[in-house]
T-cell receptor, first 114, second 116 residues
Framework: AQSVTQPDIHITVSEGASLELRCNYS??????LFWYVQSPGQGLQLLLK??????LVQGIKGFEAEFKRSQSSFNLRKPSVHWSDAAEYFC????????????FGAGTRLFVKA | GAVVSQHPSWVICKSGTSVKIECRSL??????MFWYRQFPKQSLMLMAT?????????EQGVEKDKFLINHASLTLSTLTVTSAHPEDSSFYIC????????????FGPGTRLLVL
């Protein structure tokens, strides 16, 4: 069955430090991959997406993610975290199985300390 | 990017009443919209897929008579929680797919429902 795994429930980083959020997926073919961010009490905002082509994709707010087929991973990175980046981050997989469906990971909550 | 709105942003109601939540695509026409439910500190759970002009497709375990979905136009889908009970209290989020970018969903800001 298709699934998305975010191994880290929460992560704490210092402001200015680098960040990497992990995401692994289970799917037979290359899926559509997404990262969304959710601030408290808000909907989800799309950070970036990967469909094909260059495996390193750039997103908004200085985020990037790299698709690694051999590892079935799509980790999110940011070189220098800002306090405003504290939020919940969701990795998602889009599947086209007779109708397009998106499966979300459990999410990783990012805490930023001064 | 595409913009999706939801109304109301929060609602408090008495047990037994029905609550309607609206989801609108503001700058595009959405043939397909999705309704999710999110419990505190958990991920999004897909409740149903709303297709303009046809019946919604509900996920397994979601009561279609409890959660009525109507997608009467290309920019509006509504979710009605009928005879709400405290266990229906949750954060409800809709999303819509922009036909110009079929694989990407754009999310509304969510509606927090509290049933007393």
């Amino acid at each position: 069955a298709q699934s998305v795994t975010q191994p880290d429930i929460h992560i704490t980083v210092s402001e200015g430090a680098s960040l990497e959020l992990r995401c692994n997926y289970s799917y037979g073919a290359t899926p559509y991959l997404f990262w969304y961010v959710q601030s408290p009490g808000q909907g989800l905002q799309l950070l970036l997406k990967y469909f094909s082509g260059d495996t390193l994709v750039q997103g908004i707010k200085g985020f990037e993610a790299e698709f690694k087929r051999s590892q079935s991973s799509f980790n999110l990175r940011k070189p220098s975290v800002h306090w405003s980046d504290a939020a919940e981050y969701f990795c998602a997989v889009g599947l086209n199985t007779g109708g397009f469906k998106t499966i979300f990971g459990a999410g990783t909550r990012l805490f930023v300390k001064a | 990017g595409a913009v999706v709105s939801q109304h109301p942003s929060w609602v408090i109601c008495k047990s037994g009443t029905s609550v309607k939540i609206e989801c609108r695509s503001l700058d595009f026409q959405a043939t397909t919209m999705f309704w999710y439910r999110q419990f505190p500190k958990q991920s999004l759970m897909l409740m149903a897929t709303s297709n303009e002009g046809s019946k919604a497709t509900y996920e397994q375990g979601v009561e279609k008579d409890k959660f009525l979905i109507n997608h009467a136009s290309l920019t509006l889908s509504t979710l009605t929680v009928t005879s709400a009970h405290p266990e229906d209290s949750s954060f409800y989020i809709c999303s819509a797919r922009d036909p110009r970018d079929q694989e990407t969903q754009y999310f509304g800001p969510g509606t927090r429902l509290l049933v007393l």
